[in-house]
């Protein structure tokens, strides 16, 4: 079966100041990871995902993540943040397949401060 | 932003009650999908769907039931309202595969009293 965790609930930083948010996975099998955004009072957005190819995934706003298969990892990171970018993150994965059923972490609060 | 829309907003009910919750979609998507979304949980799928009159359980699927009966509306039925259920629902569209991104409403915020 396949788990997702985010290693922090909360993190706190500075305005412009870098952020990387921690995701870990298990699986047995060939995954695809995602980032999605939720702003306070919203629904979630994609952020970016990984499917395939170069490890490391350009996304919207000025995220990028990296897929570390033998660490089963994908980090988030921004490496300047803004005050807009305060909302919660979540990294979900899902399998192959065509039901595209996602298994969504707990998601990190990021908290950002001026 | 995709064509989703989630009714109501926001509901208040009693234990026992039933409850339904309804999506709608205007971008013809093949599946859709519910979660509800708890402190510390994340988003938990409870039950989704491929096609008209084509649904499947997903991790927390006790206690609820869905239908579909047109590309653009998926419903989700609390027969019987629990405490434990009251949460925020998510639904969610995508055009199919497991690359394909999904889309997400605006969310229904459930109390149940």
């Known amino acids: 079966a396949q788990s997702v965790t985010q290693l922090d609930s909360q993190v706190p930083v500075f305005e412009e100041a870098p952020v990387e948010l921690r995701c870990n996975y298990s699986s047995s099998v060939s995954v695809y990871l995602f980032w999605y955004v939720q702003y306070p009072n919203q629904g979630l957005q994609l952020l970016l995902k990984?499917?395939?190819?170069?490890?490391l995934v350009k996304g919207i706003n000025g995220f990028e993540a990296e897929f570390n298969k033998s660490q089963t990892s994908f980090h988030l990171r921004k490496p300047s943040v803004h005050i807009s970018d305060t909302a919660e993150y979540f990294c979900a994965v899902t399998k192959g397949g065509n039901t595209g059923k996602l298994i969504f972490g707990q998601g990190t609060t990021l908290q950002v401060k001026p | 932003d995709a064509g989703i829309t989630q009714s109501p907003r926001h509901k208040v009910t009693e234990t026992g009650t039933p409850v339904t919750l309804r999506c709608h979609q205007t971008e013809n998507h093949r599946y859709m999908y519910w979660y509800r979304q708890d402190p510390g949980h994340g988003l938990r799928l409870i039950h989704y769907s491929y096609g008209v009159k084509d649904t499947d359980k997903g991790e927390v699927s006790d206690g609820y039931s869905v239908s579909r009966s047109k590309t653009e509306d998926f419903l989700l039925t609390l027969e019987s309202a629990t405490s434990s259920q009251t949460s925020v629902y998510f639904c969610?569209?995508?055009?199919?595969?497991?690359?394909?991104?999904?889309?997400f409403g605006p969310g229904t915020r459930l109390t149940v009293l």
């Open positions: 969610a569209i995508s055009e199919g595969s497991s690359t394909d991104t999904q889309y």
């Open positions: 990984y499917l395939s190819g170069s490890t």
